[in-house]
């Protein structure tokens, strides 16, 4: 693999998914594939799982890793191209990340949304920029528009918890927040979902269609009682609006996942990728009780980010690398 930043960068999904089961099961029989190597991790936003899984993924395969809140500790970044930077950005992404690239032999980075330019975002420009200047190979650890690694971690989890021959179903439901989010985290889970054998239902309310260019495949249907029904597994998530970009539309009905609206599913297991706003998106009751899948989730991270490192060493790296 030479770079992960979706879902297209891997070949096959299952072997990936089968390779990640192996993997967590002997975590360190690559303990020396990375000796070396080094992995610079940079964030232009908040971090726990993402930050702390890929550190201990990297480690687990010999790297050195180094972190960098590039938004808090770095200079303030330039992203136009041509810009003249009399005003307040100090360095440009051209220079920043050629930088980085020298000092790091593969580049994991997370940039987030604006929220406020829906062209801006899906065009991916921060990421991009990155990718080009740094030259080394990037793992996106969540973009503007995607959330790879934890749809990775995502999948081995709905695998390891279905162990029946029938395709599950899995409904990836919509869920109150008090602030405007990102798509990312259900484009992603969209984009992969469509592409593991489920029956993948989403459920929002009028108005938080996500893009088409996710969600191909899926059946959309804005009962969320109707969605439920006979679920395997249910994927509790705000997002803000695509089409009204940004914007969060004010609901009459509680969307908020209870033990109460799991009755109508097949006794679903219940996920989410964290953080959660306890009793706003999820209550407590589902969270704290048996059907919760949120720290399997988490620690799959682990696995998710091991495999997608390995896969990019083994073809950047080995001689005749191949993946
Ligand atoms: C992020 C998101 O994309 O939804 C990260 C998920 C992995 N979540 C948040 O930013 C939550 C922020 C909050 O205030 O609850």
Redesign the pocket.
């Known amino acids: 693999m030479k770079q992960f930043t979706n879902v297209n960068d891997i070949e096959n999904i299952h072997d990936l998914i089968n390779e990640a089961l192996l993997i967590k099961r002997n975590p360190y029989a690559f303990s020396e594939l990375g000796k070396n190597k080094t992995l610079g991790l940079i964030f232009l ?3 726990l ?2 930050r702390l899984s890929t550190q201990k993924a990297a480690m687990n395969l010999g790297m050195h890793v180094m972190v960098m809140n590039i938004d808090k500790e770095g200079w303030a970044l330039e992203m136009e191209d041509g810009a003249i930077m009399n005003g307040s950005t100090v360095e440009h992404v051209k220079d920043a990340a050629a930088v980085v690239g020298q000092y790091c032999d593969i580049i994991g980075i997370r940039c ?1 949304p604006s929220l406020k330019n829906k062209e801006e975002d899906y065009s991916e420009n921060v990421l991009l920029k990155f990718m080009t200047y740094c030259k080394v190979p990037v793992v996106s650890l ?1 973009s503007a528009t995607l ?1 790879p690694l ?1 749809s990775f971690a995502d999948v081995i989890t709905i695998k390891e918890n279905w162990k029946k021959v029938e395709k599950p179903k899995v409904v990836l439901t919509w869920a109150p ?3 405007s ?5 259900a484009n992603s889970f969209a984009e992969w979902l469509c592409k593991v054998d489920a029956d993948f239902v989403i459920t929002h309310p009028k108005g938080y269609e996500l893009s088409r260019k996710f969600t191909k495949g899926a059946k959309i249907i804005y009962n969320q009682e109707e969605a439920l029904e006979d679920a395997d597994f249910v994927y509790v ?3 803000s609006c695509y089409t009204d970009y940004g914007k969060m539309i004010p609901q009459e009905k509680d969307w908020m996942l209870t033990n109460e609206k799991l009755k109508i599913t097949n006794e679903a297991k219940v996920m989410h ?5 306890r009793n706003v998106e999820l209550s407590d009751e589902v969270l704290d009780g048996k059907k919760s899948l949120v720290l399997e989730q988490a620690n799959n991270r682990l696995y998710a980010a091991q495999t997608i490192l390995k896969k990019i060493i083994e073809f950047n790296f080995l001689p005749f690398g191949e993946d």
């Open positions: 936003n908040a971090s799982r993402t987030f969540e959330h934890q927040h008090v602030k989010l990102p798509q990312a985290v998530k705000n997002w990728c964290l953080p959660v706003r």
